[in-house]
Every structure is written in C-alpha cells, then in structure tokens.
C-alpha cells in the first residue's frame, strides 16, 4: 500500500508492484467480452455483475447489475470432512444467501485481456486459482468480437492425500431484461425506456459434441421491427472438460436465485453433486465431480456465450413503446459474418481455444517484459476497457464508441464524440487500425460545408447519423451551433493515419472535404484565432482560448503537409490541381504565422522580465489562470510526426506553471465528507486555487477531466523532457481510481461512476517516452528518447498501425536498437532515422541499407543521447 495511504480515508489492500487487489471488491468489475457485445464483470472479490449483454448499456436492470445466481462454488471431501463453498467473499447487490458459505480470502490480479484470481481458505484442502480472458487480438476485428467469456478453474492437491472435489459454476438468466437510457425530461419522446419481464425464461441440458452445461431460453419473441427483441436470444454456459469419463456430471438447469437460501445447496454440500429442483425458477447450474490424487492438478475450461442477435433502435422509442407502434431498425453484430448459430460459434471457440488466449496474451506479454515501471505497465493495459465496454460494432462492420457507459447525463448512449477522441484514439489507432478509419470515415460521410458533427450516432436511438441527441451541438446550451475543435479535431486524426500508413487513397478520398472544414475554420478566426465552443463546452472560454489556439496550429501544420504530399502526387496525375495546393499552402503558411504570432501576443504572461522564456500562457484574455490542456496541440503534433508548434522554452516554463498550479498546489481532495487522494486541476489561479465551473446558478469543483489531463498535460510534459514531473501526473491519477476502489470507472471527472471512451489514451504514453513516430511517405522513424529516473535500461514496445517495434536504449551507451516484432503488410521501408530532440531540433541518420520492415529485422543507430 502507498506510504501516504493514512492521509485519506479510503484504502484498497493493493500491491502496486505485482498488480493485486487483496480482499476487496471495487465499485465496478474486470471487463469481460469482445469488442461490440457488451460483456459483463467478474469482480474482484469473485461475484460477477454489470452485464450489458442484452445492448442495454444505459440501462441497468437490478438482475442485469448483479444477478444473485451466478457465481462459481467448490466442494471437497478428505479425511471424511466435506466443505463446501461459494466462490466470491460477499454479494455485492445485498445479502449472501442464507445457507452458504463465502471463501475467506480473494487476490485479483486484471491486465486487459486476461485476469487471474486465487482463492485462499484455511478450510479448503485444496488451492483453487480463477483464471479467463476476452479474446482480443488486434487487427483481427473477428476473433475480438466474439460474445464469449472463457475462463479455467485450476485445482491444487498438494497434500500427501487424495481429495474429492466439485466445481459448480451456476448462471442466471436475464434474458428479456434492458432498455436504454436518456433524459425523461430532455427527450421524452426517446427517454429512458425499460424491460424488465423474465416471464417465459427457461433453462435446460446442454449438450454438444464433448461438452457439457446449460443453456438459457425464452419463450419471448417479438416482431423484427421491435427494440424489445434486442433483449432475447441465448444464453450458454459449458465446459470442454477432459476428463469426462472419470468424473461425476451433475445438472440443475433451473432454480429459483430470488429465493434467500439456494434449493440444492445441501445437497451439493453433502454429496458434491447437483440434483434438480421442481423449482422453475430464473437461474441453472452444473457441476463437474472428480478425484485428485497426492500432488495432483487439474484445469477445468469453462465458457459463457450469449448470443443476443438483434440489435434493434429506433428513434422516439418511448413513444412508440407507448403506442405499440415500431419503426426499428436491426443492425445487427459483426459475429453474424462469421457465424449462423450459436452452435457453430461454440464448435469454434472450443477448437481455437488455446490459440485465442495465446494471441490474446502477446500485448500484455510485450507490455510486461517492458523495463516500464509495473504500475505503469499494469495502467497501461488495463486503459483498453472503454473498447470492450463503450463499442458497437455492427453486421456491416461499422463501429462505434459510446462516450460514457453507463454516464447519468441527459444524452444516453452518444457515440463518436470526435473532440474527445482526440485523446481517445490511441489504442483503436495502433492496434485496431481498420476499425478507427472506419469511424473516421462515418464522420467524413456526416461532414457537410465543412462541419464535422460532434456526434455519429446513438446506440439505443440510431446510429451512423447526426439527427440524434446531441448529434450536433445545441445551440441554447452551447450558445453556438458548431464547435470549432471539431473539425480540428478530424483533420489531426486522419492526417496522422494517412501519413503513417502512406495511404495515397485516404488523403485522396478525404481532400474532398478538408478545404471546407478549413474554410469553416477560417471563418471563425478573429485576430486570427478561431474562435467559439470546444469539448471544453460548460464554460465559455473566450476571447482567445489557449486550448483552441494551439491546436489551431497543429491543424494548419497538418493541413499544409497534407497539402504538400497531394501536390506531389497531383504533378504526376493530374497538373491542373496543382496550382490550387499551391495556393491553399502559401495561404495556410501565412495564416500559421499570423495565428502563431497573435495567440503569444495576447495570452502570454512571462514572469522573469519581458526578453526571458519564464512565464505562462494564461487560458484566454480574461483572467490569469492556467489550464490543464493549454499545449494539447502541442502534443498532437508531436504524436503526429509533425514536431512542436509552440516555442520550447514558452512550452517548458508552462508546463511548469502547470505543475505549480494544478499539481503541486494541494495534496488532498474533500469529496462529500470524505478525504479522497488529490485531483489534477483543470483550471486554477497563479496560486493554485482552483476554479470551478458554473452549472447554472450552481457552482461545481472537481470538474477535472482527467483522460485529457493525461495527454495534453502529462504526456506533453515528458516530450518536453520533464520525464518526471510528468510521470507524477500519471501516477497521481492512478492511484486516485487503485487505491479507492475504482481501477475500472474513473470517470469524466476524475471520480467513481462510468466508464469513459478517452481511457485508452494511457497507449500514448509509449510514443511520448521515445518520441516515436513514423512518416510512410518519407520512410523514416523519428525518435526522442526519453529516460525514466532510476531505469538505466529501457525497454519499450511501440505499436505503429502497420507494424510493431521494440525499441532498447540505456543511459551506458549510444546505440539504439530496434527489431520489427510484427509486420501487417510488405511495403514499408526505414530508410533514415531522425532524432528530434525536445526542441524540435532534428538530426537525420541514414541506414547504410533500407530496412524493409519486417517481422524479427533489426537495425539499429548511434545517437549521443
């Protein structure tokens, strides 16, 4: 535990350096199930809950939180003494049932994908260990969205005596329970609309090949045009188990979880097996009885499979309800490509089994055997929940990712968000390249005279349009109808997949529109800085806002490369264009002066004299404060490959400013009536007192964006080379959602409640630690290095959207070395290096030989670091 837990009152029993929660059960579980189906939780005290798997994101049915009747139990006998107990320390949606006993003593270790749990129990003969996994293997969109959760229960006999044991592993049945969320107030027509009705639900012998368990039914159906069938479908849960022939199968496909006490308790208590009950209640169970000789061990597969088929929406759905009358539309799962039935999606999950879990595991092996800190590495991976969580991902292979889930805010379940996926998109970028441009491509397609929408869709209304809540900005919320870090926000994202992936047809297809999306920026200039609402939009920042005036800057400098690299290939194709890139960039050259040159004018503030660097940049013309994401376009442009748009010394001496005021300047937070670990501040005075935001006459602290914070305060200031001081950013935040029980919902403000899409912005940290970035078009690697205090050696993997490096540099020497671990395509060359220094300053390399990248090549460079 941290040294300086007994400052606050809420202290989770967490090992930082081997990734372990002891005896505890965090407010929100481990993320199980693939991209696009909603999953549930296994929790970290060993209960099972948060299930979103009948599509309803945004709305939590009782049954669907935590529903009493699943969980996995054991039974032993030795030594003619029979024990018998659940296998989770408590219910975490009430009281336990009446005649069972809790195992004493959980340890939970999760690192996305996979998670590992032993029990202990000083009654037990036996050591039980947990362990399970999502397949998640990036590029390979069909295997990571699979609706499965696999898991594998190892039994320990380490006596010098045999043991008879059971593992029971009971599921209940929500089929028929969901709905989706939005305000009953602000959108009654869409409003929140809930199905609660399990009438109908049954469970019965499963079956299949060599497997055995249960599956879940209903009797339910409704007309295909219906949102109520997306509750309906299948539910399974098996085992693969080897060892059949030798043991005792045993089956309850139906009692009663609402009951206080289990109906086959006792008898599962006395004999190790199940016996069906005449109850036709809501929960089944099977149980797999055995023999463990001296010394033995065994592993036990099992499976969850829900097979929720119908993904129904439409628009004003409360109404409709009401009225009966639907207009839904089904768009269906991204499995349904792959697979016609339940049955033949079982058959494959067994047989790829063991290749699954081992391509699942090759990220969190590369992250682990990293010279990264382990709470970083452990953070790191751990930040890939919200794609699991927050997406759908339909029949046709659109994807969406959710904002919030499930977030109590009075737009339900938006997707898209493009100003927050600026810091987002870092894991879907990297490791799932084909799903972030097909998200990028909706929005181009939603894009019209220049205004890219904030919104792309709604997963309980409609998806791949604007004309849903909060689709386009409102305009007597925001004052305005358009932000103008929209289309910023677009340009920066596909910029930096066309020039990473030397992909000549995406800057083609997405030239159509860009002149217009800067055409609309140029007319929000005033004194050369755009100027209206942003992501930042419960407050009006203005004139001047720093945030938008630098990452005005990155926009126009990706807009003239952008420019740059189509008129080269325009010479060739076509001449007659040629003049008007050439235009577009003299103008945008000018206009980066002119915006560069205002923006400093006006905002900054210097502190040792007029002629020094020392100073800040206050957040807009009025009032001097300073604010967490002043240089987000600075690190933007670095995350790009495009270097730094803000004069290095002016960007230190904020950052540092930053550090004063919304770091260093308190070390504890009062949330209600609890002393919490302290929040970055979003915005504070020179003294560092935070400034709150006005919610209409309400004024509200701990308004802190933290995901953004991570970005484009903490990240930037490693570029900047303030390694350390950075670090701290990053870890303050951990251990504000660790240490008080939220690993998996630190939300949108830095508390406990939802899971939030810009989680996965922790990949970035990678590039921001080696200042990697890779140009397609030029063939070269930029790099800046950086040195973590007291690691010597480091040892980092990159994830580029082609292509993967390992990348090793240590404080003793001056060579740099590098090896290709995975190559997804033949055409990518290395031909030069070229080490940017935290200034922007860069030094070419040339490779003696063009390094065709592929998988195992290594080269390397010398560089006085």
Not at 100 to 107: G, K, L, M, W
Not at 148 to 164: D, L, P
Not at 530 to 549: L, M, R, S, V
Not at 695 to 700: A, D, E, T
Request: glycine content about 8%; overall charge neutral.
């Amino acid at each position: 535990m941290n040294e300086n837990s007994q400052k606050f009152d809420i202290n989770v029993d967490y090992d930082e350096e081997n990734g372990t929660i002891h005896d505890y059960c965090t407010s929100r579980g481990f993320p199980l199930g693939g991209i696009g189906t909603g999953g549930f939780s296994i929790f970290t005290n060993g209960g099972f809950g948060k299930f979103r798997t009948n599509h309803n994101w945004f709305k939590s049915i009782a049954e669907a939180e935590y529903p009493k009747g699943t969980f996995f139990a054991v039974w032993t006998k030795a030594n003619g003494r029979k024990v018998a107990k659940i296998l989770r320390r408590g219910y975490q949606g009430g009281e336990e049932f009446s005649n069972v006993e809790s195992i004493q003593h959980t340890e939970f270790r999760g690192r996305i994908p996979i998670f590992d749990l032993n029990y202990t129990d000083e009654d037990l003969p036996i050591q039980l260990k947990l362990t399970g996994f999502t397949s998640l293997i990036p590029h390979n969109v069909k295997d990571s969205s699979l609706p499965v959760a696999f898991f594998k229960m190892e039994i320990n006999n380490r006596n010098q005596y045999s043991v008879e044991s059971s593992i029971l592993f009971s599921f209940e049945n929500i089929l028929g329970i969901g709905g989706s969320g939005c305000s009953k107030y602000l959108l009654p027509l869409s409003g929140p609309v809930s199905y609660t009705s399990i009438k109908g639900n049954y469970g019965d012998n499963f079956k299949f090949d060599n497997l055995i368990g249960v599956r879940f039914g209903t009797t339910q159906n409704y007309k295909s045009n219906n949102p109520r069938k997306r509750v309906i479908g299948q539910y399974f849960i098996f085992s693969d188990f080897s060892k059949f022939n030798e043991s005792i199968l045993s089956t309850c496909p139906s009692w009663d979880s609402k009951k206080q006490s289990i109906d086959f308790w006792e008898h599962f208590t006395q004999n190790g097996i199940l016996r069906s009950t005449e109850s036709s209640g809501n929960a089944g169970a099977f149980a797999i009885k055995f023999e463990l000789q001296p010394k033995e061990k065994m592993t036990i597969n099992f499976y969850v499979l829900w097979w929720t088929p119908y993904y129904i929406i439409e628009k004003k759905q409360r109404l409709r309800k009401l009225l009966g009358i639907h207009n839904g539309k089904d768009y269906g799962h991204y499995y349904l490509q792959h697979f016609s039935s339940p049955e033949q999606m079982i058959q494959y999950v067994v047989t790829e089994r063991n290749r699954l879990e081992i391509r699942s595991r090759e990220i969190v092996d590369l992250i682990e055997k990293s010279t990264l800190p382990n709470w970083l590495k452990t953070y790191i991976l751990n930040s890939t929940d919200s794609m699991l969580i927050n997406t759908a991902l339909t029949r046709e292979g659109e994807f969406y990712m959710m904002e919030g889930v499930p977030w109590d805010w009075p737009f339900g379940a938006l997707t898209g968000t493009i100003d927050q996926r600026l810091a987002s998109h870092p894991y879907s970028y990297m490791l799932f390249p084909s799903l972030d441009k097909n998200e990028l491509i909706g929005f181009f397609k939603l894009t019209k005279n220049g205004k890219v929408p904030h919104g792309n869709g709604h997963a309980d209304i409609a998806l791949g349009t604007k004309d849903i809540p909060y689709g386009e900005p409102i305009k007597f919320f925001n004052r305005t109808s358009h932000w103008v870090d929209l289309p910023q926000s677009f340009i920066l994202q596909i910029g930096k997949h066309i020039i990473q992936s030397w992909d000549i047809d995406l800057l083609k297809r997405v030239w159509q529109k860009i002149p217009d999306m800067m055409n609309y920026l140029d007319e929000t200039l005033v004194n050369d800085v755009p100027e209206g609402i942003t992501t930042y939009d419960y407050k009006k920042y203005q004139p001047c806002f720093i945030y938008t005036a630098v990452l005005h800057l990155a926009t126009l400098r990706m807009a003239i490369y952008l420019a740059e690299l189509l008129k080269n290939v325009m010479e060739k194709e076509d001449p007659k264009k040629v003049e008007d890139l050439k235009n577009f960039i003299t103008n945008y050259k000018k206009q980066y002066r002119a915006t560069n040159q205002s923006y400093q004018d006006r905002l900054w503030i210097p502190q040792g004299g007029e002629n020094t660097p020392e100073g800040f940049f206050k957040t807009c013309e009025r009032g001097y404060t300073v604010f967490t994401s002043a240089l987000a376009g600075d690190w933007i442009s670095r995350f790009c490959g495009l270097g730094p748009v803000v004069d290095y010394n002016k960007a230190y001496s904020h950052s540092e400013w930053q550090s004063k005021a919304l770091v260093n300047s308190h070390d504890i937070s009062i949330i209600g009536d609890k002393r919490t670990r302290p929040l970055i501040y979003r915005e504070a005075d020179i003294e560092g007192n935070e400034i709150p935001v006005r919610v209409i006459l309400k004024k509200k602290f701990h308004v802190n964006n933290p995901w953004q914070t991570l970005a484009y305060q903490a990240f930037e200031a490693i570029y900047l080379n303030r390694v350390e001081e950075g670090l701290e950013i990053i870890k303050k935040i951990w251990e504000k959602g660790y240490y008080e029980g939220f690993p998996w919902d630190l939300d949108h403000w830095g508390q406990k409640g939802h899971i939030y899409m810009t989680h996965p912005v922790m990949w970035a940290v990678l590039n921001a630690l080696t200042g990697a970035s890779y140009n397609g078009f030029e063939d070269h690697l930029i790099i800046s290095p950086r040195f973590i205090p007291r690691i010597e050696k480091m040892s980092i993997p990159l994830f580029f959207p082609d292509f993967w490096l390992l990348m090793e540099y240590d404080q003793s020497s001056n060579e740099i070395k590098f090896t290709v671990i995975k190559s997804f395509r033949s055409d990518l060359m290395i031909k030069k290096i070229i080490h940017q220094t935290a200034d922007g300053t860069e030094r070419v390399y040339p490779l003696p030989n063009k390094i065709k990248i592929e998988k195992n090549v290594k080269f390397s460079v010398e560089i006085k670091l």
